[in-house]
């Protein structure tokens, strides 16, 4: 081999692959994207869901109008003020009967009710009265353990029954010939029924229920008999001897709506008028309905004749009016 031959170098190039582009990344903004309206539909529901169904409403009348109304005026949606022409009803506000105007004022307008206004309505009154039923309940609970927990009250729990009514919650304190609550034919309170209805005045105020109290008798007479003093007016004064002192237990006395005397009218034992258990004092907590009932009688009157001379006029003009001629009819209105 030659010289030449042996000092030759040979050199190999080898060049490397071209790199592809990295493609891995865009999965990464899909994903942020999507996260991103994921966001906004729980936020749109959460808003929706706190929305009240007038709010829910008038966000629907809205989206219901031409975008031309909305922008360049036209008829009105309602019959209501707004913001945004053909809006229909402001939903800045959920007061019912209650729109804004442009320069921030409030107006009543007008409304005409539907039947979902009266669903709702039975509604929030069905929810009322499920939870005042679960209050009395409550109510009745705290009763039995505080009587329950005071030693002097637990003796007589026999004489205490309480239970529900269409009323309400009704408590009865109920009389024994081992153990009278007040006096024989008289008014006075002994001092263990003192100490009984202090007690559940006290719990009472714990309830923004109003109460009845009720006084009952046996049927056994008075020597004078109906006429002079009798089961009527004792059972109504131990009625209010009860209220006086369900009062000093710390009860409110404005909560007391009635003082009832029922004499021997409404017997526990109605097979034996003259039954020492007849002899009771019953207080009832009312519920809703039987308080605005109260109340609704109370503010009820008839008026049969618009002068102070009351009916008797109308029947004076009768009288004095020739036979065969026809009576003009006289308006009767009751409020």
Known sequence: MSTRDKASTIIVKRSAPAKKGHHGGAWKLAYADFMTAMMAFFLLMWLLSSATTVQLKGIAEYFNQPLKVSLWGGERSAEE?????????????????VTRNTDGTMRLAEHSVTPDDVFSAKQMQNLQDRREQA??????????????????LRQFKQQIRIDSTLMGLRIEIVDSQ????????????????????QAIGETLNEVPNRIVVQGHTDAVQ?????????????????????????????????????VLGLASTQNLNKANPLDPENRRISII???????????????????LSDDAA???????QKIAQPSGAVPKARPVTVQ
């Open 285 to 303: 907590v009312l519920n809703r309905k039987s308080e605005e009932a109260m109340l609704r009688d109370d503010t009820t009157t008839t008026t």
């Open 135 to 152: 209050r009395l309940h409550d109510l009745q609970i705290k009763l039995m353990a505080a009587i329950e927990a005071n030693p002097v």
């Open 310 to 316: 009351g009916s008797a006029r109308p029947l004076l």
């Open 178 to 197: 081992k153990r009278p609550m007040f006096a024989t034919a008289q008014a006075v309170v002994q001092p263990y029924m003192r100490d009984i209805l």
């Open 81 to 97: 003020s707004s913001v945004v022409k053909g809006g229909g009803r402001d939903i800045s506000t959920d007061r019912q009967g």
């Open 222 to 258: 008075y020597a004078g008999g109906e006429r002079g003093y009798s089961n009527w007016e004792l059972s109504a004064d131990r009625a209010n001897a009860s209220r006086r002192d369900l009062i000093s237990g710390g009860m409110d006395d404005s909560k007391v709506l009635r």
